[in-house]
């Protein structure tokens, strides 16, 4: 999955792509580069960035998504919280509805998604972007997570969403402290695939790999991000959202080949 941000204020990539020539240009390089679906987002998710309304998240993503979906070729994702967003980008062309809240975010997100009848990723995050990493406490963090999602599967469920549309995320960076939390996460995430949903894990160019490595900036961070998602795929990971879409699909493609000639 690449990440097509249409924000000025993403963490690593932000304002690079505020007009749709450039925006479009970026997206077909991802989708050259390998990618198999495109994650398109209009308001940042990173600590502490300010809300945007529905409008303005709307005025970021369409134009995109209805130039990419009349091209044609690549399945879209809308990253959105908002449920008035991901019903415009659905009715645009998206088949998947990417929410950061799991659906929690407003009253209609749970039937809005069983609605749509699109994907939908439900990623777990300890309470909002504004303020979720004032002080993360977890006693086990993978168990609690894989609790969390597991509840709002059935939430999903329950609301009229079918099973094999759901997708489960761990939330990296998410209400998380950047090593005591993410790091046994990332080592526990067979407790999330073992819930039976696919699961995506995003974890690219992000903080606790920068305090892994010298406090590296997030483009230097391309080696960590590779080696998140290798941990991830030999966990069982069904899609890494990632910034870097040619090297991490030659990553993924290396180490596949590696497991099948060892279980050959
Ligand atoms: N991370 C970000 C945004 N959306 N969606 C899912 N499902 N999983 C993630 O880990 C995830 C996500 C944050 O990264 P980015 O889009 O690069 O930055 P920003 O939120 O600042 O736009």
Same mark, same amino acid.
């Given at each position: /999955?690449?990440?097509?941000?249409?924000?000025?204020d993403?963490?690593?990539?932000?304002?690079?792509?505020?007009?749709?020539?450039?925006?479009?240009v970026?997206?077909?390089?991802?989708?050259?580069?390998?990618?198999?679906?495109?994650?398109i987002?209009?308001?940042?998710?990173?600590?502490?960035?300010?809300?945007?309304?529905?409008?303005e998240? /709307?005025?970021?993503?369409?134009?995109?998504?209805?130039?990419?979906?009349?091209?044609?070729?690549?399945?879209?994702?809308?990253?959105?919280?908002?449920?008035?967003?991901a019903?415009?980008?659905?009715?645009?062309?998206?088949? /998947?509805?990417?929410?950061?809240?799991?659906?929690?975010?407003?009253?209609?997100?749970?039937?809005t998604?069983?609605?749509?009848?699109?994907?939908?990723?439900?990623?777990?995050?300890?309470?909002?972007?504004?303020?979720?990493?004032?002080e993360?406490?977890?006693?086990?963090?993978?168990?609690?997570?894989?609790?969390?999602?597991?509840?709002?599967?059935?939430?999903?469920?329950?609301a009229?969403?079918?099973?094999?549309?759901?997708?489960?995320?761990?939330?990296?960076?998410?209400?998380?402290?950047?090593?005591?939390?993410?790091?046994?996460?990332l080592?526990?995430?067979?407790?999330?695939?073992?819930?039976?949903?696919?699961?995506?894990l995003?974890?690219?160019?992000?903080?606790?790999?920068?305090?892994l490595?010298?406090?590296a900036?997030?483009?230097?961070?391309?080696?960590?991000?590779?080696?998140?998602?290798?941990?991830?795929?030999?966990r069982?990971?069904? /899609?890494?959202?990632?910034?870097?879409?040619?090297?991490?699909?030659?990553?993924l493609?290396?180490?596949?080949?590696?497991?099948?000639?060892?279980s050959?």
């Amino acid at each position: /999955m690449g990440i097509v941000n249409l924000t000025p204020d993403s963490f690593s990539d932000g304002g690079r792509l505020t007009d749709l020539d450039a925006a479009l240009v970026h997206a077909r390089q991802l989708i050259a580069d390998g990618a198999d679906i495109l994650d398109i987002g209009g308001e940042s998710t990173r600590p502490g960035a300010a809300p945007v309304s529905a409008e303005e998240e /709307m005025r970021r993503v369409l134009p995109l998504i209805q130039a990419l979906a009349a091209e044609g070729r690549t399945p879209l994702s809308i990253d959105t919280m908002k449920p008035q967003v991901a019903r415009a980008a659905v009715a645009a062309g998206a088949g /998947m509805w990417n929410d950061v809240s799991a659906l929690r975010f407003a009253p209609d997100s749970l039937a809005t998604a069983a609605e749509l009848g699109c994907d939908v990723v439900l990623m777990h995050m300890l309470g909002e972007p504004r303020t979720m990493q004032a002080e993360p406490v977890y006693a086990d963090v993978a168990g609690e997570v894989a609790a969390f999602l597991a509840a709002r599967a059935e939430a999903a469920l329950a609301a009229g969403a079918a099973r094999e549309r759901i997708w489960l995320d761990p939330g990296i960076g998410f209400g998380k402290h950047l090593t005591g939390h993410n790091l046994p996460l990332l080592a526990g995430l067979e407790r999330l695939t073992a819930l039976g949903y696919p699961v995506l894990l995003g974890a690219s160019r992000k903080a606790f790999i920068g305090r892994l490595d010298g406090d590296a900036p997030p483009d230097q961070r391309l080696g960590g991000s590779v080696a998140v998602t290798l941990a991830g795929a030999a966990r069982g990971v069904a /899609m890494v959202r990632v910034h870097d879409v040619r090297e991490t699909a030659q990553a993924l493609k290396v180490w596949a080949a590696i497991e099948a000639a060892g279980s050959a």
